[in-house]
């Protein structure tokens, strides 16, 4: 049965790995983990981003400011022209780049009006003609443009898009490249938007501004940095202005190795600067922060000269719009609303500092192998552990996974997958819970009935979880053994009718033996008002000795309990004597044939019970003997005594145990002081120092009975001394 589990529980496992290597290798999708990815990208992106301004590169705005100014978008020709003018002859920055796309004519002039009289009724006019010639270079505002952009380092913008030409008679910019002889993988597009050809012919460089990469969540994480269309190649806006810049011209295409004649792009190098790309020469978007990256100037500011000249001097600058109603808006890892134009910025900036994350064709065999290695872990190596061993491989591979994909992202500037194995690792390990869950439940159906009759179903629990076999077979091991008895129980039933005392017995056993199964012992047996408990069997228990001692310690507060509820009721006050025992003792079913049960025998056990009884004699509720003590170093004890207790002959010293040394007081912790050196003084037969000593410490602890007997021990000793071999030990005479 065990085996016919294991393997349907493998063969989901590899049924669902597989579902999921298929999902990595884009031969299905799984929608809910390119969502969790793009969190996570999104998660690590913002927390990593420098969040500072970059000095380099500047926007100009056409922001609500320079509307009110100036008057609607778009402008006139001739006001552009102005600005061109101002921000190279004045200004005097590096580059500008136009976020904006000049698709139709310039009719704000009146300069088309005038030429339509002239063809109309006037163009035999030569006086007419004359004042036509003589206005036009002031009213041809797109020639205007045109000339200021002319010999300067002027790229324009434009757009593809899927389907056919916006404005067919306008033109694209030159090509970087030929398509015959680069990547056969780049994206293709069917058709464009461009500016007038007057202008882009004036201008010394154009880019596209168009993503058509964007996620399924709508968000700019990547860009595509070159396109075709008719075999040709284009760059886009960021790209073009990057090369003016820093002078590119050329651009060269790095393959990956092995791919050299699939044409498999891994990187553009442009001069020193490498961009990591993947086949569609698609590269992952630096953004620095949040909007504000960079700095905006408004465009009226610019107009009116008022900008400071070293604000501008020497600038990369983007003209965009932040205006409402022409804002270009987008969804960013950064920001869910973004202005289109520093997405731009954000990509310059990156260009400039070299500052790329990748995703190298290397790392799909590399996550390939993380989900094969996560998914063998599971198969064959969880079934062989515990819960606890199970959680806790899976919280270090947790651990792993995430510092070592922060490494790749932080170090080493790698962008690897995350959530797609934490999430195969999360539903592996659901699958090892279902099915060794119902292994568990026949493991603990099978142990409920052998051992069900005999300890309690919270020791069954958890022995169902141990990969230990138990049975009822005698053995012998070291153990903890607890014997609790109600003092003068006798006097108090001889008054109680037989209900009462049964319902008292009742309300006392049951706190106690909740007591013990919260320390995890079990129970042995009730022996009227005594409760016999031991620790170490059938689950083996390596703390068994400080589980019992601390138990013992928690009967205070509920005895305390016990007394208040009695008080209600009229009965009487009770008080409980303790006594615990560590050594070596017989475990195993045991009794005759009419009657079994799981106990525990020997020397070890008779002593416990033993020093139950002696608990009256020092006034103590609890005492425990030397190898318990030895046992539980992090408690705190009083020794009380070496004595000889009937039936055996070797002497024991027994102790009170105080609490977790811990949580002792400072007065607890010099009562155990003083209380070793009496005892010191009384070993060596020092009597009235330690006479003195045990009556300093009986009025510091006038309610102390222990420290009276010593008292009066000594007194008699003092009357009779013992005999020359005296080994300090007592011996008790009863039980």
């Known amino acids: 049965m065990f085996k016919s589990t294991y393997f349907n529980r493998s063969l989901v496992c590899l049924i669902v790995t597989a579902l999921f290597l298929l999902h990595l290798a884009g031969r299905i999708d799984i929608p809910l983990l390119n969502k969790v990815e793009n969190i996570v990208y999104d998660i690590r992106l913002s927390n990593t981003t420098p969040d500072t301004v970059d000095p380099r590169i500047v926007i100009v705005d056409l922001d609500e400011k320079s509307l009110a100014q100036e008057g609607r978008w778009p402008w006139s020709r001739d006001k552009l022209s102005f600005l061109v003018d101002i921000l190279f002859d004045y200004y005097q920055i590096h580059v500008l780049g136009f976020d904006v796309v000049f698709a139709e004519p310039d009719t704000t002039s009146g300069l088309q009006l005038l030429e339509t009289l002239q063809q109309l009724t006037l163009a035999d006019n030569p006086q007419f003609n004359k004042v036509v010639e003589q206005l036009r270079p002031q009213l041809a505002f797109d020639e205007m443009f045109a000339n200021s952009l002319k010999d300067r380092n002027v790229v324009l913008s434009y757009y593809f898009n899927p389907n056919t030409n916006i404005n067919p008679d306008s033109s694209l910019p030159k090509p970087v490249a030929s398509k015959q002889a680069t990547p056969t993988s780049l994206l293709q597009a069917k058709g464009y938007g461009s500016n007038l050809n007057i202008l882009q012919d004036a201008a010394i460089a154009g880019g596209y501004f168009n993503n058509d990469t964007v996620d399924s969540d709508g968000s700019y994480r990547r860009l595509p940095m070159l396109m075709t269309y008719n075999d040709e190649i284009y760059e886009t806006l960021a790209l073009a202005m990057y090369r003016k810049a820093m002078k590119v011209t050329d651009i060269q295409f790095d393959y990956g190795d092995g791919y050299a004649d699939q044409a498999h792009i891994e990187s553009l190098t442009l001069n020193s600067l490498s961009i990591p790309v993947d086949n569609r020469a698609v590269a992952l978007v630096p953004y620095r922060g949040k909007q504000g990256s960079f700095r905006y100037i408004s465009a009226t500011d610019v107009l009116s000269g008022t900008v400071p000249i070293e604000a501008l001097a020497d600038k990369i600058v983007l003209f965009g719009a932040t205006a409402a109603g022409i804002l270009d808006l987008r969804t960013t890892p950064v920001q869910n609303v973004f202005p289109g134009v520093e997405v731009h910025a954000n990509i310059l900036s990156g260009m400039l500092d070299s500052n790329f994350k990748s995703k190298p064709d290397y790392m799909l065999g590399a996550e390939f192998l993380e989900l094969l290695i996560l998914a063998v872990l599971v198969i064959f190596l969880y079934p062989k552990l515990s819960s606890i061993q199970s959680i806790g491989i899976f919280g270090v591979l947790i651990v792993v996974m995430f510092s070592l994909n922060i490494y790749l992202w932080q170090t080493l500037n790698i962008d690897s997958i995350l959530a797609t194995p934490i999430i195969l690792l999360f539903i592996l390990f659901l699958i090892q819970i279902y099915f060794g869950y119902f292994l568990e439940s ?239 003084d009384y070993h060596q037969q020092n009597w009235q120092q330690a006479k003195s000593a045990f009556i300093a410490l009986a009025e510091l602890q006038p309610e102390k009975q222990l420290f009276k007997l010593y008292i009066t021990r000594i007194d008699e000793y003092l009357l009779k001394p013992p005999e020359a071999d005296w080994d300090g030990v007592f011996t008790h005479k009863s039980k």
């Open 442 to 680: 026949k493991k603990k159906n099978k142990l409920g009935k052998i051992f069900g009759q005999y300890i309690p179903k919270e020791l069954v629990s958890e022995m169902s979880q141990s990969e230990h076999d138990f049975t009822l077979k005698g053995e012998s091991k070291e153990m903890t053994v607890l014997f609790s008895d109600v003092r003068g129980f006798t006097s108090i039933s001889e008054n109680m009718s037989p209900e009462d005392l049964c319902e008292l017995i009742n309300e006392i056993l049951t706190p106690v033996t909740q007591t013990i199964h919260q320390h995890q012992g079990t129970i042995d047996k009730y022996i009227g008002d005594a409760v016999m408990a031991f620790w170490g069997a059938p689950l083996d228990n390596e703390n068994h000795a400080h589980h019992a001692v601390t138990a013992a310690l928690a009967f205070t507060p509920v005895i305390k309990q016990i007394n208040n509820s009695f008080k209600e009721k009229g009965w009487p006050k009770i008080e409980m004597g303790i006594g615990l025992n560590t050594g070596t003792m017989n475990v195993g079913n045991m009794g005759s044939e009419f009657r079994m049960a799981y106990t525990i025998m020997g020397d070890a056990v008779n002593l416990g019970s033993r020093l139950e009884g002696l608990t009256k004699q020092y006034g103590v509720q609890i005492i425990v003997s030397e190898t318990t003590k030895y046992a539980t170093p992090d408690i705190g004890y009083l020794e009380l005594d070496r004595v000889r207790v009937k039936g055996k002959n070797e002497p024991v010293s027994i102790y009170e145990p105080l609490g977790l040394i811990s949580a002792l007081t400072s007065e607890e912790l010099s009562l155990i002081e003083q209380l070793d050196i009496a005892l010191s």
